[in-house]
């Protein structure tokens, strides 16, 4: 007697123009890059529910430090910047988020860090309750987020090195080099030039690096003369050629 083994149904693919989809959802470019994207239709129509969107201008804050957790948020557009706050009123910027990034922690009950918008940012929250009970009952959103968790730890690491062993120029290529790989996530190679605005002041990238406004500025003047990138309007950045500014930063291949 043939035993026959019962096939586990596939995976079904989620359509971004599907119209079960809510039309919130239909209309939101990160949604299919972000955690929604493990979201079946009836638990989309679910959070829509109680989704909210929220603009922000550049500096204004979107969390505060030490305060609890009620609500957690996709970034839809703009550059996010996390700040530590030292007791005598020093202050650090610990990280950058970028779209589709999920903004918060989940099961922590208050904030370390806060969040500020480090250019204009758009981002659409949602209960802190509601997204907590899918990731019970939804494998694959749990899995998005221990996978953004994960991939925050290594670029924490990363920054430890730059920060601890890597000289001013190799700073400051690594910090171009970031933008220029996160601000435009469909940009899949290193082929072709990338051209972004610079997120941060010069005062929050020598902050950011440990370094001097005057040494940040001396650093992007070289890598203009050297043609590793061009540099309009102050804030305008185009790299021309990506692998030679990863060449720049010392990144092992």
Known sequence: MIKTMARTPPVE???IHNSELPVLCRACEARHRGVCGALAPDQLVKLSKHTSR???GSDEELVPAGEDVRRYSNILSGVVKLTRLMADGRQQIVGLQFAPDFLGRPFKSQTVASAEAATGVTVCSFPKSVIEEMVATTPELERKLHEQALKELDEAR????????KSAAEKVASFLFL???HIDPEHKTEDGPVCFELPLKRADIA??????????SRQITKLRKTGMIVVEHNRTVTVPDLRRLRDCCEIER
């Open 13 to 15: 693919r989620l359509d």
């Open 207 to 216: 902050d950011f690096l440990g370094l001097t406004i005057e040494t940040v």
């Open 158 to 165: 990363d920054w430890i090195l730059t920060l601890g062993r």
């Open 54 to 56: 929220h603009a922000y």
């Open 179 to 181: 933008i220029a790989t």
